[in-house]
């Protein structure tokens, strides 16, 4: 079978805080689970925080995550990575993450996220918040809950 371009499964790329708690874990766990529930997959930095809750959420829901880590050594990705790209390339593999996504949510983070955002902008890939942390930025729409930011983000493909 050839696959083309919009067939199968999209990467749906996590972004948010490296270092978090409460209830951004929650959001992004729901948001897991929302990606792998609809044959997507999960694709993020491979860390902690946002990006641990999130792969956590899709594999308890049978999902596959992705994870591109910063670091030149393989495993460091946290448990719920099914599949490690090593990159060497610190923040600089914020780019990869966003270039080898179908779309991106958003959660609430700090100068890595916004880059991220910055960069789907740029790139032109399809983009939205999970709560109210980045609508100061022009061309993010943001959404109270992950499922609303979730349904949302499939209507702009």
């Not at 067939?7 to 992004?28: C, F, H, K, M, Y």
């Not at 790139?123 to 729409?141: D, E, Q, S, T």
Request: net charge positive; glycine share 16%.
């Amino acid at each position: 079978m050839v696959v083309r371009k919009g067939d199968g499964p999209r990467q749906i790329a996590v972004i948010g805080a490296g270092a978090s708690t409460g209830e951004w874990n929650r959001l992004a766990r729901d948001v897991g689970r929302l990606i792998a529930e609809s044959g997507h997959v999960l694709l993020c930095g491979g860390l902690g925080g946002v990006m641990e809750a999130a792969a956590r959420g899709a594999k308890e829901a049978g999902g596959t995550t992705i994870g591109i880590v910063p670091g030149g050594e393989r495993f460091q990705a946290n448990r719920y990575i099914d599949h490690e790209i090593v990159t060497n390339l610190g923040h600089l593999r914020n780019f990869l993450i966003i270039h080898s996504a179908d779309g991106v949510l958003a959660l609430p983070g700090s100068h890595g996220t916004q880059a991220e955002i910055s960069i789907a902008l740029k790139l032109g890939r399809p983009l939205v918040g999970v709560g109210r942390h980045w609508r100061f930025i022009p061309g993010v729409n943001c959404y109270p809950d992950p499922e609303a930011a979730f349904n949302a983000l499939l209507k702009l493909w």
